[in-house]
């Protein structure tokens, strides 16, 4: 199995892994990353959500093997501003799409600090909550930093 | 001294009588309004965890040696296995065992479905397991397929006798009323769509089997599973401390657990069986379609003197007939009611309870009815459920009902149509509907609570109950802070495992909080008057005299001021136990929740684009324990509400049976730029007759009344009369067009008259 | 299966190219498309946007908020998939996605995949095609390629140049493919003649994050305006004028689309202004 070499959370991990193997179950079942859920498993609902380079990928639907950049998941953003933002909010029912959302929410605030009700709904429309948090997602994005 | 009584006992709308052990007298209830912890805002207690992606699901459960199971299911609607050969299968690599047909629950030699699980294989991987289905060579018998639900009703092919009502006689006053309206509503099947899928894990221990799974109901799952095994139910311990979603699919084992069971028995090993997404919407169970002949008869003034509904559930190959008729048979005080309800048993996925199953579709019929009589009679809608509001449940008092008051708090959003209207251009319409919601939601015994009070003076409640996402747990530690007297924070609450606390009952049919708070809240009381005594005896003064108020043991004359943990502090390693049951419902009444939603909505007539813009919601369902959890229900309800309304519909290949939505593209649920703003009120108001605590369920009362205040709303801006979910581009196209002819015939007709 | 990573345009030498995965993957993964070899071509694909000219490799999240694009361009990739899908998704392999008729995804045996039949026909069809629906009723759902066609964009291969209708055929009897690169043709970037006006508009059964039930790109160029319709046939679907859709033949279930296509139609010549 080829080898691979990844960056997760701002360290390197090598696994040799099959080439088909997607990022997703790369982390989960070899890395022990569970935080990022798989939910659809075919890049539909986005409980899968990673950033690579800061930018929210569909971790199930990536290719291991084919990732440049670094990757973070939501271990690696569980100090982040937003986490106590959702618990606050009450953003949080089943929590199984929560950790995507998060990821999903880090990257937009790190791009527009003070993001509009118009910016949330357009950057968090992949990230699927079928208990149906979203009043309280927007409010909690809303009101990240406190 | 334990009593032993005959009570009732209902879960989804389905009754039975069961026998209940009562123990000490019931507690008084609170007073009404917010108290020191209950009825205020608290954030979830485990909410850091699932934020953070710490909780840990049944699919995250990897235990050493796991080995994971593919399921073969059935490429016909309706076939026989005739013959089946798992040999090459199991020569496969990293394959480790293989069941067939009738090798445990749920794999079934005649399918009955396209989907339906015949064999399983376990294997090192999951890609294995997969791989091998493929190798598994079967002979099929292909059987007749019926996928009409219309046509088995003629043919007879039911799941049970059909179930009719009749109060008054219907004919008659049907016959005698001054404006009859008839109308057939259609809804589709919806799939519940957990974000986590129906799993489990599998592992026996020495003669105990060990299941992880993602369940509503970890009691019911043991109980099924010792049955069927032929073990005792202290033999399997089933956890489940976070799952992803139940929505009502979830309140039973499934084929997953008994196919993972046996495998982990064959093995030796650890098993886990996940469905995928594809299968979870093919197998793990849908809201079935219905339809619905609805006939409504009125006199001028809109009392409402017949109502008659034959209805149809499509149920699929297995499944329950849920009560579509329950809105038109409760909903409106009306002495002429007549109905009948079929189930039709077709070869498709079987149906499972979701979210309020039944009164959904049958409150989209009626209240879809109630206005297009209302049009007719050019009367308000709102004024026109006034009129017909029911003071008792056919003869049998209400424990509760604050119906009016739902109202009263809706006539704001409802006097804001005027102004909606006029926001109405040429293409864009503009308008507002509502809908009336009633549903069961009353809770039930039995359920058990136990309490621990340990030295550092932390209490620790232990249930076996489980926390599906609405914030059971939050809410529990709530009701047993409460009643101690100690703040929220000392207070945490341990469930989801059969094996760690006494029998709580399943989280569905809006039932955990009023069927488990009270326990919670009982035992919180024997443990408090544990504290007391023992307080009494250390500081030599009367019980009466002591109190606990948060965290602190005082007298009534302020002289004792003593910290909970210096009390019983010295105690070092004793703990103070209390044990709760949940009481039985009042006798003789109907125990019900109660609501309306307003709903505004724009309509592009020439597009047939449907935005909803604002709901507004008004509930009654007893006394509200945790408001911030409870916003987050009537959210979710009307989110998932706007999904079944307007974008999701699974559809079937008409030839084959199988389910062409079955992946996330194609069966489209709400995302968050759907969202309208929502505005959530509460009557809040404790029912005086119900348990120790006077609350009622929330889980399903908000899903029930949107799609027909949203198809309300639309006829509202624009004179269409929509009779099917989901309210399509193509069904709002047709119903706009009938809009228009109407209209023309009816200004010919105008013309001709003068 | 090998993933390999292309690291000069002379060095490709088959295999089945991938971008940025959003559709290969999934489509590997269901057996629909089977490679012995990946080949990574993000280091020899152009990325990015120089005037009037797109580099192939140029995410669509990176199109929805260049200024340098037309708006039809810049609105088709804001309302494209969802926002991870548009991080993800390149516009070359936009241009290459497959349709989302359910029967081909679910691999029923239909003529797409080689088959004597059209499932979509006679079956399950609301979201399919009216357009040239004869003997595959798919609907093609690129909201991208419809702007496109409206922009009258042209493509550079490894091979050829073309304007982008050249790059879509319409399946028959001898041929199922809907594109015509050849094996181991690349899309390499496009260039934009200047329009005056541009707009796309859009029909959903939600606000964000579907597939074009219908959409219609509409531009400007002199007296002239061209439309591109996606969801409506096979292939995206130029329009030379609105009276075209005049032309549609709908199946009983689609009959809708058109209804919708004559409003959005009517509305991108309001908002381009008039010819």
Known sequence: MPELELTVNGEIHSVDAPTGISLAELLREELGFTGTKIACNEGHCGACTVQVDGVPT?????????????????????????????????????????????????????????????????????NICRCGTYPRIEEAILNWRG | MARLIRTEKEVEGRFEEVWLVVEEDPLQQWPEGPLSVVGRPAVRQDGPQRVRG???????????????????????????????????????????????????????????????????????????????????????????????????????LLTGEPTRYERGDFERALAEAEVVVESTYRTSVVLHNSLETHQAVCQWIGDTLEVHIS???????????????????????????????????KNDPGEYTFVAAELAKRTGRPVRCALTRREENVGAGNRNATIQKLTVGARSDGTLVALGGEFVNAIGWSGWSAPTDGPMQTLYACDNVRTVRYGAKINTPPMKAFRAPGYVEGTFGLECLLDELAAKLELDPLELRRRNHADSNDGKPYSSKNLLACYELAQKHWDRRADVRARSGTTWKHG????????????????????????????TVVTAMQDIG????????????????????????????????????????????????????????????????????????????LDIRDGIVVSADGNLSQPLEELVGLLEDAQILGKGGRGPNPTGMSVLTFGIQVVEVAVDVETGEVRVERVAAAHDVGRIVNPLGARSQVEGGIVQG?????????????????????????????????????????????????????????????????????????????????????????????????????AREGAKEHVGAR | MELVRADSLQSLDGGVFIHGGTEVVPLLRDGILEAETLVDVRDVVPRGVDGNRIGAGTTLAELE???????????????????????????????LQATRCWYWRLKYPCRLHGGDRCHAREGEHREHAVFANDFCASAHPSDVAAALLALGARLRTTQRELPLQDLYRLPDEGNRDVVTLAPGELILDLELPPVQASVYLKAMDRKRWSFPQVGVAAARTDGEIRFGLAGVAPIPWLLTAPEALDAATPLPRTAWKVEVARALVRRAVAAVGAA
């Not at chain 2, 049955?227 to 399997?236: A, N, T």
């Open chain 2, 642 to 742: 706007i999904g079944h309304t307007l974008s999701e519909q699974r559809l079937l290949d008409p030839e084959t049976g199988r389910v062409l939505t079955s992946t996330l593209d194609a069966y489209r649920m709400p995302t968050i730029a759907d969202l309208p703003e929502i505005v959530c009120e509460f009557v809040d108001r404790p029912d005086e007759h119900l348990t120790n605590l006077g609350a009622k369920g929330l889980g399903e009362p908000p899903i029930v009344p949107t799609a027909a205040a949203i198809a309300n709303a639309i006829r509202d801006a624009t004179g269409a009369d929509v009779h099917e979910l989901p309210i399509s581009r193509e069904e709002l196209l047709r119903a706009l067009r009938e809009a228009q002819e109407r």
């Open chain 2, 54 to 156: 710490e909780a840990r699901f049944t699919a995250d459960v990897q235990l050493p040696g796991m080995l994971h199971t593919a399921i073969l299911r059935s490429p016909h609607a309706h076939a026989r296995v005739k013959r089946i050969d798992l040999s090459p299968a199991l020569a496969l690599p990293g394959v480790r065992a293989a069941l067939g047909p009738g090798e445990a629950q749920g794999l079934a030699d005649e399918a009955g479905f396209a989907g339906e699980p015949v064999a399983a294989v376990a294997a090192e991987t999951y890609g294995q397991a997969r791989a091998a289905l493929r190798a598994i060579d079967v002979e099929w018998e292909v059987l007749e397929v019926v996928l009409d639900p219309q046509e088995a009703v003629e043919r007879g």
């Open chain 3, 65 to 95: 908020v260049d200024p340098q694009i037309p708006e039809a361009l810049r609105e088709a990739c804001r309302l494209a998939a969802s926002p991870q899908l548009r991080n993800m998704g390149s516009i070359g392999g936009n241009l």
């Open chain 2, 470 to 545: 609405t914030g059971t747990r939050t809410a529990m530690a709530q009701i047993a802070a409460e009643e101690l007297g100690v703040p929220l924070e000392r207070v945490q609450v341990v469930l989801g495992d059969t094996a760690r606390g006494p029998y709580a009952t399943l989280s569905a049919g809006s039932s955990t909080t009023p069927s488990i708070g009270p326990a919670v809240r009982a035992a919180a009381a024997d443990v408090k008057r544990q504290l007391i005594e023992i307080a009494a005896q250390r500081h030599h003064l009367e019980e009466r005299v």
């Open chain 2, 432 to 459: 507002v509907g509502m809908a009336s919601q009633i549903w069961f939601g009353g809770g039930g015994p039995p359920s058990y609570a136990w309490t621990r009070v340990t030295s550092d003076g932390r209490v």
């Open chain 1, 58 to 126: 569909l971790s199930c639907i990536t290719l291991a093997h084919s990732v440049r950049g670094a990757v973070t998941t939501i271990e690696g953003l569980r100090d982040h501003p937003l986490v106590d933002a959702f618990v606050r909010a009450d953003a949080v029912q089943c929590g199984f799409c929560t950790p995507g959302q998060v990821v999903s929410a880090a990257a937009l605030v790190a791009a527009s600090p003070e993001p509009t009700v118009e910016e949330i709904r357009h950057h968090m429309a992949g």
């Open chain 2, 215 to 249: 369940t509503q109901y970890i009691w019911g799952v043991r109980d099924a599973l010792a049955e069927k095994l032929g073990i005792p139910g202290d033999k399997v311990r089933v956890v489940c401390e976070y799952m992803g979603g139940g929505f009502g699919a």
